[in-house]
């Protein structure tokens, strides 16, 4: 046995395909009948075991640690902090408990990362069937070696990367590397050194699954070097995107961290120098309009909102796996869609049946045996075309699948293309189990990729005898003489039948022929040279793997919302073309391979991946690399999939999305949502439902701010003019987190705006607050104050003690939240109307629970000790409500001015 060290596979660039298998084993210094014991173990010392390293991952504290990482959150500390050293431990506590839930409804939702790389461990095969010593033996697929021979049978995940050595009828399902949706058969001869990963039929990848046949390959990668962990890699070394409702709260909270302090220092030093306060009151006054000032309650609100969201998109069939992924598909301008099983059923279909005179289109989708079959567009009926009949018949006969009807739908067992036969024959209405009774199969010739053709032997109970042969078209006309019209049997006309199969070829159809030939009635075992020639041609089978219904129609309202949908998949250029073309993408006159893209520098697809939405026969690496070029062009990308291929790709978009039921794990760990009913529809619902959240999340904050800013500007008066604060810091702590947290919690639960899905996508980089919103900010402050400060001063004049004026103050403010909170719901569209008064369930819910802690808290005794309370009497209590209506009416008067002033320009959309 040679014991040269063996190359790396990485020393041969991973073109392991474009070596004979004889060089193969010369390479990897290996022979047909194995490594032995021991020259194994030196290569697993050398290589290591065949498993995918595990990264460090964080502890379960270390994760939860890290929501507190937020410079709003380390100003809310601060101020515990501060409360807490002055002795205000209900301030500290309330403040404490806000920090405390937004960090564990953070650590739940959020999504772990480096569950992508676990999951696709557990792609690996656990066993492998090898030679070693010249005998075959199990053994645990990580102690696989690069050398050693691996048997693969049907059923088999394969355990490493193998070059093939030996195949009889070897097919391997590699729709999670590919996107391919068939069982790929296999050879044995080198191929191209650019074929692409699709197309090295002379290899078989780790993590993929043997469908049918058996063969013999030799191990030339394993563990990290394997194509699965090449995208283990990808994944490892993926950034995970800032949301950019994330980054915008990021750049608001220094904004306002840095407001807070410079005010505070500001008042601090005008009140001691120029009022002459003493510093220990000035102190007190500034953690006062400190506390005014920060929004305590912002974080639970933006959680909660975004909680909300999460539940009502899992009523939709989307679940959210982290966060802040709801506000960021608000801002999707571009989804990159994988085909199979996203946008496609991944079944295949009849779609055409070609006959010597004319060409037939079969109806329905996927394997529901429903549908009709028309000529030229009128239906025609089956039982009255014979050799439509006779077609169908021997195509279900010479057949090796299985069609099942279960609760959850019908099924294929077998091969899917042989599936789609099936189900096209009882679509003409043939007795599946009937037709095989009464014409047995006697004997086959399995299907083979060296003869690419099927043959089974029938005989009839009357003792006549038929032979059927199904295969690739080109070569089942190699194998045919005559061609039947309908009527008679007539020489075949060869070129017209090449036409046909080229016209169903461009339409991304995979062709299948069907031919039959009599055999004499003695005739009882197949041989080759049975259908050596002589057989008749019936007819030609257009398959292909349909689009969704429902996906057609979400396509359709993704680009009325202002989205583009791409295509990225493992296919055929051809095939993903058509199916492009049938969804009514916006670009399909043209297709970009993966052969292309490794053409392209990064200038030259950058300026076209805006034009083109059909990529095919991509890797895992052109997939990631679209994605990052999209978003250098200022696109917001959401990329669905449910292979392990799209793993990476996932992970690098700004909102990766998984199927639920067809996906992979490592697919579904690596996005952060999850379609469990694989419905591409799903996809525009979700869509919908973020864009409302984020809409939601900003009315949350235009309602909040105002109150704030009434707040600090009255302790900023009441320092200017030399006056008492007419709200103490605890008060300001009770309205900012009971009744401002309580009614902006309703905003949460206001419904999709009517013209949601007709807006285009919000820029990904828009300002949080627009100049309107700035302006309503500033103008609703100021009303806030002057209502504070006014009722404050007015009280005092009119000789109440300074306890029952600061009850009428935070009274005052509290009534003109609930009126304001009713204004806000609709930013420049009246609220004056039934629906606007009326207003939600959630909005009356939350009105009613701040009337009754306000009372609570302005007449309960213990309430009198904490927050030093006093009762309002009726008059006062008129007073402070009609404060509140004055509020809202001086609103609506500024929306009326604003809408007439618009009017004249392109109008702004209503929020």
């Not at 014991?3 to 790396?8: E, G, K, N, R, V």
């Not at 030229?376 to 006779?390: F, T």
């Not at 996005?671 to 939601?696: K, P």
Request: proline letters at 4%.
């Amino acid at each position: 046995m040679a014991t040269a060290s063996p190359l790396s596979a990485h020393d041969t660039a991973r073109l392991w395909h474009t070596l004979s298998p004889a060089q193969t084993l010369e390479s990897r210094a290996a022979s047909a009948a194995g490594l032995s014991a021991a020259e194994a173990q030196l290569r697993l010392d050398q290589h290591g075991p065949n498993r995918l390293p595990e990264g460090k991952r964080r502890s379960a504290l270390a994760r939860f640690f890290i929501h507190f990482h937020n410079l709003l959150i380390y100003v809310l500390l601060a101020a515990a902090l501060i409360t807490a050293l002055l002795g205000h431990w209900v301030d500290t506590a309330v403040i404490m408990g806000v920090v405390l839930l937004n960090a564990v409804i953070g650590f739940i939702q959020e999504g772990k990362a480096e569950d992508a790389l676990q999951a696709i461990r557990l792609m690996l095969s656990p066993q492998a069937m090898v030679l070693r010593d010249g005998r075959r033996q199990s053994l645990a697929a990580d102690q696989l070696v690069p050398g050693d021979i691996v048997v693969l049978q049907a059923g088999d995940k394969v355990p490493a990367d193998l070059r093939l050595l030996q195949v009889k009828n070897l097919q391997i399902q590699e729709a999670v590397l590919t996107g391919e949706s068939m069982a790929v058969p296999k050879q044995v001869a080198a191929v191209a050194a650019d074929a692409l990963l699709g197309d090295r039929r002379n290899m078989a990848y780790s993590g993929t699954l043997v469908s049918a046949g058996h063969g013999l390959g030799v191990v030339v990668a394993t563990g990290v070097d394997t194509e699965i962990g090449h995208i283990s890699t990808l994944v490892a070394r993926v950034e995970t995107l800032t949301t950019p409702l994330i980054a915008q709260m990021d750049r608001f909270a220094r904004w306002l961290t840095l407001a807070v302090l410079a005010l505070a220092a500001a008042v601090f030093v005008f009140g001691v120098t120029l009022r002459e306060f003493g510093a220990a009151e000035m102190f007190m006054t500034v953690v006062g309009l400190a506390v005014a000032a920060i929004p305590e309650g912002l974080p639970a609100i933006l959680t909660v909102t975004l909680a909300i969201g999460v539940q009502r998109m899992a009523r939709r069939h989307a679940i959210i796996r982290r966060l802040p992924a709801v506000e960021t598909l608000g801002s999707v301008s571009i989804i990159c869609s994988d085909k199979t099983g996203t946008l496609t059923r991944n079944e295949m279909t009849v779609r055409s049946l070609a006959l010597a005179a004319e060409t037939l289109e079969v109806g329905g989708t996927g394997y529901d045996p429903h549908g009709d079959f028309a000529l030229a567009g009128v239906s025609l009926d089956p039982d009255r075309h014979p050799l439509l009949q006779q077609t169908l018949r021997a195509a279900c006969l010479c057949n090796d699948a299985a069609l099942e009807h279960r609760e959850s739908g019908w099924c294929v067992h077998g091969d899917p293309m042989e599936g789609a036969l099936l189900v096209a024959g009882a679509k003409a209405g043939l007795d599946l189990t009937a037709e095989a009774q009464n014409l047995p199969r006697t004997d086959l010739i399995p299907f083979d990729s060296e003869h690419k053709y099927m043959a089974t032997l029938h005989h009839s109970h009357a003792g006549e005898a038929l032979i059927l042969l199904k295969g690739a078209p080109e070569r089942v006309l190699q194998l045919c003489t005559q061609q039947h019209n309908g009527e008679q049997l007539e020489p075949l006309n060869v070129n017209d039948w090449h036409a046909r199969i080229d016209t169903l070829a461009r339409q991304g159809q995979r062709v299948l022929a069907l031919a039959y030939k009599q055999a004499p009635t003695t005739q009882q075992t197949l041989e080759f040279a049975d259908v050596a020639d002589g057989m008749v041609l019936l007819g030609l089978f257009g398959l292909i793997d349909p689009p969704r219904d429902e996906a057609i129609a979400a396509v359709a309202q993704c680009q009325a919302a202002g989205m583009q949908v791409k295509m990225i998949t493992g296919d055929h250029a051809v095939t993903a073309a058509a199916i492009a073309a049938q969804l009514k993408l916006t670009h399909t006159d043209s297709v970009i391979t993966g052969h292309d893209l490794d053409q392209m520098d990064d200038q030259t697809l950058r300026r076209r991946v805006a034009d083109v939405d059909v990529y095919a026969r991509v890797s895992p690496e052109h997939k990631l690399r679209l994605v990052k070029l999209l978003q250098e062009r200022g696109a917001v990308v959401a990329m669905t999939g449910d292979g392990v291929n799209d793993a990476p790709a996932l992970k690098r978009a700004d909102v990766g999305i998984a199927m639920g039921h067809k996906g992979t794990e490592a697919a579904k760990e690596a996005a952060e949502m999850v379609i469990t009913d694989d419905n591409f529809a799903s996809i525009a619902r979700a869509v919908q439902e973020g864009r409302t959240v984020y809409t939601n999340l900003k009315k949350s904050i235009i309602f909040l701010l105002p109150v704030n800013g009434g707040e600090s500007l009255s302790i900023i008066a009441a320092v200017l003019l030399g006056f008492t604060l007419p709200i103490t810091p605890l008060q300001i702590l009770w309205v900012n987190m009971v009744s401002s947290v309580a009614l902006a919690m309703a905003l949460a639960f206001e419904p999709a705006e009517p013209d949601v899905m007709r807006q285009p996508p919000r820029p990904a980089r828009e300002p949080l607050l627009s100049g309107f919103l700035i302006w309503r900010i500033l103008l609703v402050s100021v009303l806030f104050a002057a209502g504070v400060f006014g009722i404050f001063s007015w009280s005092q004049l009119h000789g109440s003690t300074l306890e029952e004026s600061r009850t009428y103050a935070v009274n005052t403010l509290v009534a003109m939240e609930v009126f304001y909170l009713f204004s806000v719901r609709y930013l420049r569209a009246p609220s004056l109307t039934l629906r606007g008064l009326l207003g939600t369930r959630a909005v009356l819910i939350a009105v009613g629970l701040v009337l009754a802690l306000q009372l609570i808290f302005t007449y309960a005794p213990f309430m009198e000790r904490l927050f030093d309370t006093r009762p309002v009497d009726f008059v006062h209590g008129l007073e402070i409500i009609m404060l509140g209506v004055l509020l809202l009416f001086i609103l609506e008067l500024e929306k009326l001015v604003r809408r007439r002033h618009t009017a004249r320009r392109t109008p702004e959309p209503e929020n």
